[in-house]
Every structure is written in structure tokens, then in C-alpha cells.
């Protein structure tokens, strides 16, 4: 089997203080519309959380000033590698739609009860960080930290 060379990525767990998560509604052409967590790809020479901060100003108009890696998550079937980051919400954090091409609403939403479907990468993330240690059919899960 020829894989191809997986993808750097970044998963951001917005966290609000009442336990409530940021998920959006992805409709990127060409894919199934599902539901997942601010992220993308990292720029070379890009730290990771520096990234998963970047990635969450562009993606939801919320900027936050720190974050901690918490798990990396790689595909095995070749296609990534995603660096699960957690951010605390700032007080008062709204969330914007500023990419509608990608994502067309943002909603806040229990971290074990995100709204269906879920985008792969999402779900390899929110295992990792609450079901640490557990496998994940498809996915090497390392704890970071």
C-alpha cells in the first residue's frame, strides 16, 4: 500500500469555565458536512500552539493568548497527524463565522455530546482528551505532557 506523506495539523478544544466546547459546522467542498473543532494545518517553522492560536483567531474571531498541547494524534492509514491543543475560552468569548466557504455556523456544545456528524481528526481529539490512554480503532494516541 502507498500512503501518502501524512499532514501536520492542529485540533483546538475551545473550552468556555462552564465546560461547554467550540464546534463548527464544516462545508468544505468536497467533503461530507460534519461537525469539528477549530484547526488546521501548521505553516513551517510554526510552533503548535502558536498555530492552534492562529488557526482559532481565523477560524472563529476568538483570540486567546495561551494553550497546552495535550495529545498527538496520528492516522494510521497515512492521512495525518493532528496536535490535540487545549485553550481556555476567554471571558466573554463570542464566536464569529469568518470563514463561510469552511465553516457556515459555530455553536458552543457539550464535549460528550457534539452535534453529528462528527469530522474524523475532531473525534481522534475529543478521545484523546477524555478517554486518555484508551486505543482508538485507526489511530496511535500518544499523551503529550
Do not use: I, K, N, Y
Amino acid at each position: 500500500m502507498d500512503l501518502a506523506r501524512p499532514v501536520s495539523g492542529v485540533g483546538v478544544v475551545l473550552q468556555r469555565e462552564d465546560g461547554l466546547v467550540a464546534v463548527g459546522h464544516r462545508v468544505t467542498d468536497g467533503e461530507t458536512p460534519s461537525w469539528s473543532f477549530p484547526g488546521g494545518h501548521l505553516e513551517g517553522g510554526e510552533a503548535v500552539v502558536a498555530a492552534a492560536l492562529r488557526e482559532l483567531a481565523e477560524e472563529t474571531g476568538v483570540v486567546a493568548t495561551a494553550g497546552a498541547l495535550f495529545a498527538v494524534c496520528v492516522r494510521l492509514d497515512g492521512s495525518g497527524v493532528t496536535f490535540a491543543v487545549h485553550v481556555p475560552a476567554p471571558p466573554g468569548a463570542r464566536l464569529r463565522v469568518t470563514e463561510p466557504h469552511a465553516v457556515d455556523a459555530w455553536t458552543w456544545a457539550e464535549p460528550d455530546d457534539l452535534p453529528g456528524p462528527v469530522f474524523t481528526h475532531t473525534a481522534a481529539v475529543r478521545h484523546a482528551w477524555r478517554s486518555p490512554g484508551a486505543p482508538l480503532p485507526g489511530w496511535d494516541l500518544h499523551r503529550a505532557g
